[in-house]
């Protein structure tokens, strides 16, 4: 089919955008598969060059040369606070506060129960009825552990619940980016209206880590944890992460009292002390391969600004929503993301009835994205490898699928989950 | 330094046991340092040879290419249910029961809460005072979520205990081997005695995993737990197992209500519903990389019988101590392993006051063994790469080192933690 006659102007605005983008030369961090324009790595990140020759290299000459020594002698035993801190530098955490491992909803029970026992007498946690799943899942299980009430509250009315019943309030766990939509939270209003309350503030980084500056220690955020899959580019499954901030730390008591947070795990001692600062929110012995694949991926953002990764996703969020204005007109989308750059992450979500159906026939033209039940087509920019000119396919090829009706064919009907 | 003149039969006898072996063939499935007699397989195996080229795969061509697609792809979903069921295999579990992923430390913080969940209204958890300290961490913190008192009871005494006061026990949580001496302990003696007081019965099986046949199913165990780095050989910080008998999956009521365990993740309801058997165990996303690693080491026991394995590890501990006997007498080693094969686990013990400077010492020479606080060496025998020509080996060069006193030397003096 012929492009629409729109289409030169666009692609010429993508070369412009693409021709000055001062983090062009990051894409070659990156190995990407031929012929894809990977728009999903708000899910999976994609392959950070560094990985594959420092697992090598963890697979050889660490696990089967050196082995058991390898503990001391190639450090894995600080690993988890050295990738933490490497993290902790692109979320505003000054060393020693940011720990890598174990699952995010992992991270997220052992520190809900821990900001509980900070707050003794508060029987209420409140946390966000659009947080992505597990979240409010663990919420309600560390609530049901402790007898609290669980209030779901819209991160918007935050601050005036937590004005009218904060003095209940034990803990407000939330996520700065809505998983759905895309949309970006006033991170420092929300965690000023608890730290008012004398509450807790406990942020679910795993949408911005990587993709938004956050300042968590300028903020005095109290707790936050994430995963090292997405914007981190740590590969599938990868290792999560907590923050404790400092002040938090010597009171920092744990449920999760593995043996590698003692205070002196080589003692062997029967009964648990924790180890000093962050070194007590540590749990059991770390997934190494995995957390040295995610120490290597972060090699991506060696020298880079995360100002200047911020307003190149605001940058390509926007053009891809210009593209979207023009392209997809009269097509049944949606746009749920909020149109104001500091409103959003680094993500677009439109709405369409056949999101399903759309996602499958833009991926057999290597345009991946991924859909949320029931009608939710999710685009993520990760501003270290994907382009303007990126954007403008997936929307070009948006408008050809729609149009053709390709969608609609029999071998995207929608048989299993969708990850 | 002359060799003492009872080292030729010692030498011949170990080559022919050797030679006698049916296992020395799966020598081959290893990637074995040159000049190293790796007896340390007990705290982490030996690279198996299949690990790198899948993880190769894993990440080029898995991650690198099929990016997010291979959750289905590549089934990353099932991981944790297919690389479980294959250490099922090793334990005496038939399919269905058993779930790979996090550490050892979390999975039993899952199971010893969901197991105080299944016994309501019974106030005490009993343990092994010579367990392993994440397990006897890990059960005070249970304890103290769930009010409810820790008695611990060394596993010879358990039945008795149980007989008396049985009827107040939530759950027993045991060790088979004692991590220290190398005692194995009788596990469907043990079980039974619970069985018998209508308590639940949890094992810890890092140390026995691939090493010991255990039966799972046939002893109706009730819930089990262990690591994927000792005798699975499935790499540093490899992913633990959780085992939970088919008959109490339904009522299984986890704290750890990570988003991959729902009944329907990619719904993404805001209301937790457990998944169908197993998959309600699953938690958080898991380590992908570290999770292929260890499906891949499983390998080195395709066509493998565990009653090979038990034989043969008999065989080489047996042999060790035989040696030990005659070459390091009189040089103020103690065995604290048992002698009787069928009370002993794949490893030795031998304690020694200066057990730190001899390790030590004995890694400057390529025999790797570890130590554990304050007096106590151990040798693992990983009866799939450890011959008995290697059990020889190690005792030969003890004694040479403790002979010439080199582990006195300076350089030896203890300076920091060992692993």
């Known amino acids: 089919m012929s492009p629409p006659p729109i289409l030169p102007s666009l692609a010429e605005r993508a070369a412009s955008l693409d021709a000055a983008d001062p983090l062009a030369p990051l894409r070659k961090r990156f190995i990407l598969a031929e012929y894809c324009t990977y728009l999903d790595g ?6 950070p060059a560094a990985v594959a020759p420092a697992l090598s ?20 035993w600080q690993a988890p606070q050295r990738v933490g801190d490497t993290i902790g530098r692109l979320i505003g955490a000054a060393p020693g506060q940011t720990l890598a491992g174990d699952s995010t909803s992992v991270q997220l029970f052992n520190a809900l129960n821990a900001a509980v026992r900070l707050r003794p007498g508060r029987r209420v946690l409140v946390t966000d009825p659009a947080h992505f799943p597990t979240d409010l899942y663990i919420a309600d299980s560390v609530a049901r552990l402790h007898d609290l009430d669980v209030r779901l509250v819209p991160a918007r009315a935050l601050p005036a619940f937590l004005a009218d019943y904060g003095d209940q309030v034990a803990v407000c766990a939330y996520g700065p980016v809505d998983f759905r939509t895309g949309e970006l939270h006033d991170m420092a209003v929300a965690t000023r209206a608890a730290q008012a309350a004398g509450t807790l503030m406990l942020w679910d980084l795993c949408h911005v880590a990587g993709a938004v500056p956050v300042a968590l220690d300028d903020m005095a955020v109290d707790l936050a944890v994430g995963c090292g899959y997405k914007f981190l580019s740590g590969g599938p ?21 593995g043996w590698n947070g003692h205070a002196r795990p080589f003692d062997m001692n029967a009964y648990y002390t924790p180890g000093e600062g962050m070194e007590r929110a540590r749990i059991g012995t ?3 391969l995995s957390l040295l694949a995610l120490e290597a991926a972060l090699t991506a ?4 600004d995360m100002a200047d990764v911020r307003a190149k996703n605001q940058s390509l969020t926007g053009f ?3 593209c979207a204005d023009v392209l997809l007109e009269g097509q049944g989308f949606e746009c ?14 439109l709405r369409h009835p056949e999101a399903y159906g759309l996602v499958q026939a833009l991926a057999e033209h290597g345009v991946i994205a991924d859909m949320r039940a029931p009608d939710l087509m999710r685009f993520g920019f990760n501003a270290l490898y994907v382009s ?18 390709e969608h609609r064919h029999e071998r995207h009907r929608r048989t299993g989950p969708v990850t």
């Not at 953002?301 to 880079?304: A, L, R, T």
């Not at 500091?342 to 979500?349: D, M, N």
């Not at 000119?389 to 149009?403: E, Q, S």
């Open 237 to 257: 499954g990868a290792p999560a992460f907590l923050y404790v901030a400092k002040r938090h730390q010597s009171a920092f008591d744990p449920v999760l009292t």
């Open 388 to 405: 303007h000119h990126d954007a403008l396919t997936a929307v070009r090829v948006l408008h050809d699928v729609v149009t053709a009706g």
């Open 320 to 322: 891809f929503l210009d």
């Open 42 to 47: 708000n899910s999976l990140g994609a392959l």
């Open 286 to 288: 770390p997934a190494i």
């Open 336 to 349: 749920v993301t909020p149109r104001d750059p500091e409103r959003r992450g680094a993500q677009t979500t």
């Open 57 to 76: 290299d963890a697979i050889h000459r660490q696990w089967g040369t050196d082995l058991i020594r390898s503990w001391n002698k190639h450090d894995w």
């Open 301 to 304: 953002f060696d020298g880079v």
